[in-house]
């Protein structure tokens, strides 16, 4: 651990904000102390995204001085070519400064593989877990015709490409091929008409001498460890950490002002030395600390970021801490918004409006947020309205994710008696609700939310939870700094995520199984941190929700009803501390597997009435 | 600390408008720096190579890919016509007897034979490409063999979303105020070819009318989503528009569902009416915003061709706003006060706002729903 570090800027360049954040070691801590923002300044006019970070660092200046009352305080060189100021003399200057960047569209990627559901997946799965888009999979098997591929590549211009397939020792043609249909393509990087576009090729080994053949004139060719060098085994890491030093040498390279930025991203080491932090992908990062937590926790984890033009998700299952990232490229609530009404369908969305709306109001309202993105619902109606697109938004992600999330496809298995019985399949998702710890929100729908409440409402709406839940959410959105942090120092970025990122809404309990309407669904007895005893045979279709303030556990011993299960096997009863958090624990008898809703209207308006003004979600004007 | 502001879309009757004509690959630049130009005039030009057909001769013929080589009649880099012999094999026992062989389906070109796995890249003609002026103007810059830079002085308006690409017409008022819906019936045999405004909404019956008449675009304040999805038969997802191929295009200045169009705006297409002009409805929403625009070109001396310093704009107490988000969406106000303490609004968020003079009222909204006119 690098005990020098007692102050740490990071900032995370996004496709319209540049939002800084001010790290000190205070107390014996670290916390984070000033936050700044202003526009990212990638494009015209100013095309040089580190005016942006100048500004964004200028405000974490000006807010420093004001908090401590020391006008010594001083973060960026003077003269009209300002840059942050490292090594850290006193009160001037920093101790390291780290960054993201998913500005001017984040890292755009193509991938291609032998079979779509192996090598292609698995080729998939390690550009997202690097922080890419992934454009397209194109891949051997995928039914398209070779002049169709042919014309995809053409017509895709992608920052960089992975090719997977084939695994070690085994020599197939259909590698070779595919570098074929790649060098006929002649594909053209996105950004920078000069320069070759990037390559890497982590597929069988005996294949690399032939796509070394085929390739590399056209392209920088990179060769790295197969990512499936067995049908067993993925090795992701090598290929991650090439499309990480690509990012940085390539692609960063040609966007404007970025060469200066990756010269900023320092930190001043242990040995007095000062050593280059690279720029990491905004996803990158956020997967980077989702990552941490459940590793240092020993916990599972999902986590969600929700933005105006996609919606990450991220999870991480044990055994073995699995990490899973997707990208939902066209569900946010602005840019994409309007998408997010054409994949869930109108009904879906107005299933959790409690009251009536004119549907060709709703639509409208819709593309004016799309083509408006900046503004804000002022009215109650637009913010219930927003919300109920949000959970329609991260339903479909979180779909999208667990189909993803899949243990490997194409394993060889020994059938035995007993797996006749159970069923069980390769490519089954690991996503299991059940043994989830920890859900964590953010994006701004999430993190902005006028009552946390709300975001409460719409983390269970979304996600349904099973058994016993812990919800959180970023407060200011600053997990993607301190994942960037955690490359040089975990602890920091640790306990600054523990102290000032996270805050715990509560917990979700929510028994699973049929359920009878009149049956009672689960029996509690909770005993809150103030000595109240809470105790109830709820029936189905209820909400409760108990005060349990942040930091504090309540006792609950939970019995759910018959052929219901929350975690101990059905019917079973848990004795267990829950803990609490800024909104409390949430007692959801409403069903999971499945969720329903009253499909008559007036019944369901009046349900989500009630389960609203249990949950405290919105003012009461709304609900009567 | 940071201002917040709202640049607004621009709205004026004079402006140095200066425009990219860019080839897609490099090619012929086919005007010189200084030549004037009409919107319709050829500034550059190139061909697209042509599509890639691949044939895996070794499937073919029934060979290893290493034979293909020896079975091959044509090479990389020769001419084809469709039919021509490609690859013929030797044939049973080697004697000739039963050859097997494989001809071109396309007229192109070999790019390239594989002797890894027998697979032989057909490569069809090129296909040529064509950028016009799309504004009457002078050439500024001549970017060799990518493209040019044409300027003028026009009035302009820039919309805020649109479908379907360049056009260029005369433009024909055909409301007599800006609230006033675009009827079917407004819509005559002598609108053919022209750019046609409407009020406060044009809705589907009108733009059906609007394109089997010729009507080569509509300038409207709103439009109804629901019309927008029955025109292209889908719902738009994501806000990139501009390739669509629907015949006429189309710009909104305020945005979905009937909207009176801001005065100004009125006034400055009705001031110019029976002028040519161009217009498209490219809209990109996110990195490198792109909205719909109307150049109207105007009479101008070279040395009038300096374009000003772009400004910063800010929120300033007196200045005039349009408000963008309901409640009161369209409404033209004048800033009161700047209050720098955020406050909640109805719905509870918390926000930084501003207070302005509306229709005589004194309304609280938050910044984020407001955009500067500019004078």
Known sequence: MNNQLLKIIATDCGSTTTKSILIEYVDGEYRQTVRGEAPTTVEAPLNDVTRGVVNAVQELEELARLKYNNPNIKFLSDGDEKEIIIPREGDVGVDAYVSTSSAGGGLQMMVTGIVAKMSGESAERAALGAGAIVMDVIASNDKRLDHQKIERIRELRPDMILMAGGTDGADTKHVPEMAELISAADPRPRLGSEYNLPIIFAGADMSQEKVKSILEKRSHLIITDNLRPSMERENLGPARDQIHEIFMEHVMQQAPGYNKLMKWT???????????????????????????????????????????????????????????????????????????????????????????????????????????????PALLEELVLEQAIAKEALRLAFIQHKEFAVSLKGVQTQKDISSAFDQQTTGQTIVNMMTLDLLVGSGGVLSHAPRRHQTVMMLIDAFLPEGITRLAVDSIFMMPHLGVLAEIHPEAATEVFNKDCMIALGTCVAPVGKYKPGQISLTAEITLPDGTVFKEEIPTGEMRLLPCELNKNAKAKLTPGKGLDIGAGKGQPIEKELPGGVVGIVLDTRGRQPFVLPTEKEARISSLKKWMKVLNAYPEQILN | MSQAYSAGLTVTDSIVYRIKRILPLKGKVTVNKGDKVKSGDLVAETSLPGNVLPMNIANKLGCTPQQVASY????????????????????????????????????????????????CMLREPRIPVQIKAFIDGIIVEVIPEEGVIVENKSAYIQGIFGICGETTGEIKVLVKDPSQKLTPDLITPDCAEKLVVGGSLTPYDTILKAKELGVRGIITGGIDDEDIKKILGYDIGVAITGHEDFGITILCTEGFGPIKMADKTFNLLKQFEGKEASM????????????????????????????????????????????????????????????????????????????????????????????????
Not at chain 1, 271 to 293: D, F, L, R, Y
């Open chain 2, 72 to 119: 091959m009649k044509v090479k990389a880099g020769d001419k084809l016509e469709k039919g021509m012999l490609l690859a013929e094999d030797k044939g049973m026992f080697g004697f000739g007897f039963f050859k097997s062989s494989v001809r071109s389906p396309i007229d192109g070109e070999v790019e390239s034979v594989s002797p890894l796995t027998g697979q």
């Open chain 1, 266 to 376: 320092r930190v001043f080491t242990e040995e007095k030395k000062i050593e280059t932090v690279p720029i990491m992908p905004t996803p990158g990062a956020m997967g980077n600390i989702m990552q941490t937590i459940a590793k240092l926790g020993e916990i599972e984890v999902v986590g969600v970021d929700i933005g105006g033009a996609t919606t990450d998700i991220f999870s991480v299952f044990t055994p073995e801490y699995v990490f899973n990232r997707t990208v939902s490229a066209n569900l946010g609530m602005s840019y994409s918004i309007s998408n997010v009404l054409a994949s869930a369908g109108l009904p879906n969305i107005l299933r959790w409006v409690p009251f009536d709306i004119n549907e060709n109001e709703l639509r409208n309202m819709i593309k004016n947020k799309m083509i408006r993105p900046t503004t804000i």
């Open chain 2, 280 to 375: 498209h409805g490219k809209t990109q929403i996110r990195a490198g915003v792109i909205r719909p625009e109307i150049i109207i070109p105007l009479d101008f001396k070279e040395e009038e061709l300096v374009a000003p310093t772009p400004k910063d704009s800010l929120l300033l107490i007196g200045g005039l706003i349009r408000i963008i988000r309901q409640p009161g969406f369209g409404k033209i106000g004048k800033i009161l006060s700047l209050p720098e303490v955020p406050i909640n609004v109805e719905s509870e968020t918390k926000v930084r706002v501003l207070t302005a003079e509306v229709e005589g009222q004194t309304l609280t909204i938050p910044r984020a729903n407001v955009e500067l006119i500019e004078n």
